[in-house]
Every structure is written in structure tokens, then in C-alpha cells.
């Protein structure tokens, strides 16, 4: 089983509608962290927490909020979501204790989406 | 904070050719650096880290880099590259910081061709 889960994989929805991006891990990391992908641009961080009562802003969190409902899940949510929004999400782990103050990072499969 | 600059958007090269792919880095404080790579329609993985030590890194795939602090640099190369080495690759770094983040460039498609 893979060790960083992301639901769903793919989602297409409508310009102002509500979406949630979920991250599950089983890897009893402490430090969860969302980007999102863009062509030509790499990838940009949007929130990371490290730890459930941590909550931070990346470099681009307008327009997305997070919740650490318990250590294993960090969801990504899109209140009302924009065309712009369109990219690929990716969430990614990491650890102090095993190497996570050098910030190595485990990232899950990718969520795709697309805001029409 | 730290930055980080990948030179080439694009890397052509054929089968069994040598290819380098560039990676400088800014910070005022020192720093680690990666090196991740996403394989079409998947995830990133991890080819290789510098944290502190010999310069030279040896990474998965037969793939190394080579941290030059004088000239903030930190290239990948593979001496004989094959079809399948056919991916995006990213140079990221943090710094020294336990609160510090990943900071990624923006990537470099490397082609392989026959």
C-alpha cells in the first residue's frame, strides 16, 4: 500500500463550487504539506503544518484553506473554486526525526483537477 | 530565503549520450539540496540529497550531482542516459532551519530519444 494516499485523483468541477482535496499518510510523519503543480512553473507550496496544531501559509494560499484533522490527514479545500485553480495538487510528508530538519519529502500520487 | 534556479526548461539528448542538468541555488544560510524526479503522470521521488560531507552524491538510476558551495551550484549528471530516464527533474533546497520549507525550481523535461 502506497504510504501517501490522495483523494480523488482526478476531479473536474465548476467555476464557484466547493471542492475538497483529501491527504491520508501511514508513514507516522508529523509535517504534511500541500503544492500545486503548474506547467512551467514547478511546484508551489499552499499550506504545510507541522504538526495538528500547526498550521502554516505557503507561498500561495489565497483561495485555499486546510484542515489537520489528526496526524495521518491533511485535506486541501478550493471554498469557491476558479478556473485558475487548474492544476495538479500534490501532497507530500516529512519527518524530524528521520531527516525532516534537512526537509526530505515523501509526496503522494497527485490529485488533477480541473475547474471549468 | 532561499531560491532556486534551473537553467533549462528542456534537455534533448539521445540514448547512451552523457547529459548534465543544471541547478544554482541562492541562501544566506547554508543549505541542503535535492534532487526529485516525476516520471510521466506520477508522483515525485526522490533521485538524491547533499546534506553535509563529500560533495559528490550518488544517487538512484546511476545519476550524481555535485555540490560547488564557490559557485552555488548543484548540476545532476548521468554519464549514459536511456529511454526510460525520460522525465521531469527538480532541484529543491531548505536551509539548516527545522522550520524551514522546500523551495523547488521549476523543473527540467529531460528527452530522451533514440
Known amino acids: 500500500d502506497a504510504d501517501v494516499t490522495q483523494t480523488p485523483r482526478n476531479r473536474i468541477t465548476k467555476t464557484g463550487k466547493r471542492i475538497m482535496l483529501e491527504c491520508s499518510q501511514t508513514?507516522?510523519?508529523?509535517?504534511m504539506y500541500w503544492y500545486r503543480q503548474d506547467p512551467g512553473l514547478g511546484l508551489r507550496l499552499i499550506y504545510y503544518?507541522?504538526?495538528?496544531?500547526?498550521?502554516n501559509k505557503g507561498e500561495i494560499s489565497d483561495g485555499y484553506s486546510v484542515s489537520r484533522q489528526a496526524q495521518a490527514k491533511f485535506s486541501l479545500s478550493l471554498e469557491s473554486a476558479i478556473p485558475n485553480q487548474t492544476a495538479l495538487y500534490f501532497c507530500?510528508?516529512?519527518?524530524?526525526?528521520?531527516?525532516?530538519?534537512?526537509?526530505?519529502?515523501?509526496f503522494g500520487p497527485g490529485t488533477r483537477l480541473t475547474v471549468l | 530565503a532561499q531560491s532556486v534556479t534551473q537553467l533549462d526548461s528542456q534537455v534533448p539528448v539521445f540514448e547512451e549520450a552523457p547529459v548534465e542538468l543544471r541547478c544554482n541555488y541562492s541562501s544566506s544560510v547554508s543549505v541542503y539540496l535535492f534532487w526529485y524526479v516525476q516520471y510521466p503522470n506520477q508522483g515525485l521521488q526522490l533521485l538524491l540529497k547533499?546534506?553535509?560531507?563529500?560533495?559528490l552524491v550518488k544517487g538512484i538510476n546511476g545519476f550524481e550531482a555535485e555540490f560547488n558551495k564557490s559557485q552555488t551550484s548543484f548540476h545532476l549528471r548521468k554519464p549514459s542516459v536511456h529511454i526510460s530516464d525520460t522525465a521531469e527533474y527538480f532541484c529543491?533546497?531548505?536551509?539548516?532551519?527545522?522550520?524551514?520549507?522546500?523551495?523547488f525550481g521549476k523543473g527540467t523535461m529531460l528527452l530522451v530519444s533514440p
Open positions: 508513514k507516522g510523519h508529523d509535517r
Open positions: 507530500a510528508t516529512s519527518d524530524l526525526s528521520s531527516g525532516g530538519a534537512y526537509n526530505e519529502q515523501f
Open positions: 503544518s507541522f504538526d495538528v496544531k500547526d498550521i
Open positions: 547533499y546534506l553535509s560531507g563529500s560533495t
Open positions: 529543491a533546497v531548505s536551509t539548516n532551519s527545522g522550520y524551514s520549507t522546500l523551495t
